[in-house]
């Protein structure tokens, strides 16, 4: 039997995912293990934001398994080869240790910036307000928006928002943090200061899965990169290999539209 | 001056004021038992139409359509002419309570639902990916945007129902309405009075339309 230590982060064994007669993960597997940064690339449409939306259920595979930390995700496979569905309690106890960020920020407009951070913490592990309130304060300062706690969402850039929206989801004192092309929906000159905050998490030792179009930042930041391909794993390992020396054609194809070297 | 008053009859309507009076009364207390009625109705029943299960959602759908599409002076009759064959005797006032709260809680229904609908899917996984179950997402996040987005449409719903109160008076309930019928049997001063009635409506439902919009704006002020 594993122990926790040994055991990685996350788990991923033969998942298939369709949509309608849509194949968008076929038979994808892979580990991540704590403390990794773990880059994924990938054309549209080649199923890596689905892959990333598994990983905290928001969307369901059809077969396969995923471990979070050795613990089975959203279904339990039966000796027989059957599964049942986790209970909603189940599932959602299990977010909170995935925390994720989305290319749309999903900020909640109703409630300003200290709220959002709060909101989760104090309602769904009952932290005290008090003390909710000063880790919203520290989260703020470590993305660089001490000043905006009492602003609306609608009121800040969408590098601000996005910084919340980390700041959010780390509230929540994940183990894993998800990053579904948290850039992709951003103005140029705004992407920098995204990409800081996420640099210094991995550097911080988080555990990290990022769907990035960012490929100097997939370089730079991950650990390992995988070039994702029709619902498949084609290519990984080291990023800076994976990305100069690529051996299939079709990442070969991808990765010419970049055009640039990765130092 | 004296001939615009004495044209629109106001010395006359000045001495049926009293039974106006009493009409008007039971206006209010019709318009507001209903719009309590009809508001918790919709609430009601909008938590069971969009849980999904067929067995629950399909009478729902069937209910709403129904008596969405009948006319509500029939389902009046219904109730008031009905409800005795079954055994259920109930004073006209709660016949036609219930009657009223019953066709606008569909309407309004539907008026929850499509604001819940509004609030968009990104939304839901916000909530979700924080670790809030569905009951907690809706409660925190989903609901306090819809709600602002409904008022509007509950309260171009809610002056309806405060001009529909005015069928009542085919089950005998001596409301606005027929309280001015019952003085123009009386008398023969139909257009005075009908006119007179009108304005007194347009009052209720105007002062009603005010009230409303400073709700929402204090609503829109706190969030």
Redesign the interface.
Same mark, same amino acid.
Not at chain 1, 106 to 110: D, E, R, V
């Given at each position: 039997m594993n122990t926790s230590a040994d055991m990685p982060m996350i788990r991923v064994r033969e998942v298939y995912k369709s949509f309608g007669d849509l194949k968008v993960l076929d038979g994808m597997s892979f580990d991540v293990s704590r403390g990794e940064v773990l880059a994924i690339i990938g054309p549209s449409g080649s199923g890596k934001s689905t892959m990333l939306r598994c990983l905290?259920f928001?969307e369901e595979h059809d077969a396969g398994e995923i471990f979070i930390e050795g613990e089975p995700l959203g279904y339990r496979v039966l000796d027989d080869g059957s599964r049942v569905r986790e209970s909603?309690?189940v599932i959602? !106890?299990m !977010?909170?240790d #995935?925390?994720?960020v989305?290319q749309?920020f999903?900020?909640?407009?109703?409630r300003n910036v200290r709220q959002n951070i709060t909101?989760?913490p104090v309602? #769904?592990?009952g932290v005290d307000k008090a003390e909710a309130n000063d880790r919203a304060e520290a989260l703020l300062e470590k993305v660089g928006l001490a000043e905006k706690a009492d602003e609306y969402p609608s009121r800040l850039s969408g590098g601000q928002q996005q910084r919340v929206a980390i700041a !959010?989801?780390l509230a929540?004192e994940p183990k894993v943090m998800l990053f579904d092309e948290v850039t992709s929906a951003l103005d140029p000159e705004l992407v920098g200061e995204v990409l800081t905050v996420m640099q210094q998490l991995a550097e911080e030792g988080m555990t990290m899965v990022i769907v990035t179009h960012e490929m100097q930042f997939a370089h730079d930041v991950s650990d390992r990169l995988m070039f994702i391909d029709r619902g498949k794993v084609l290519e990984e390992g080291n990023p800076a290999e994976v990305l100069n020396m690529p051996k299939s054609a079709r990442l070969k194809d991808f990765l010419h539209r970049f055009s640039a070297s990765f130092s | 001056m004296d001939a615009i008053l004495d044209f629109f009859g106001f010395a006359f309507i000045q001495s049926q004021l009293p039974r106006f009076w009493d009409g008007f009364r039971l206006t209010l207390a019709i318009s507001g038992a209903s719009m309590i009625g009809a508001v918790m109705w919709g609430l009601a029943l909008v938590g069971p139409r969009m849980s999904g299960l067929p067995v629950v959602v399909v009478p729902i759908v069937a209910y709403i359509e129904l008596v969405r599409n009948t006319p509500l002076l029939l389902q009046i009759y219904l109730f008031y002419f009905g409800l005795p064959l079954l055994g259920l005797p109930l004073s006209a006032f709660v016949c036609g309570v219930i009657a009223i709260a019953s066709q606008h809680g569909a309407f309004l229904c539907e008026i929850y639902r499509a604001g819940i609908q509004s609030i968009s899917r990104q939304q839901w996984e916000g909530a979700l990916a924080l670790g809030m179950t569905r009951r907690k997402a809706m409660r925190q996040v989903i609901l306090p945007q819809a709600v602002l987005k409904v008022v509007p449409p509950i309260g171009n719903q809610l002056v309806i129902l405060i001009k529909d109160t005015s069928l009542v008076s085919a089950i005998g309930i001596i409301e606005l309405t027929l309280s001015g019928k019952m003085v123009i049997e009386r008398s023969g001063a139909s257009f005075e009075v009908f006119l007179f009635i009108a304005a007194a409506y347009l009052l209720l439902t105007t002062t009603f339309g005010v009230v409303l919009r400073i709700a929402e704006n204090s609503l829109r002020a706190r969030q």
């Open positions: 905290n928001l909603e309690a959602a !106890r !977010r909170c #995935v925390g994720m989305f749309s999903n900020l909640f407009p109703h909101m989760a309602s #769904v592990k !959010r989801a929540m | -």
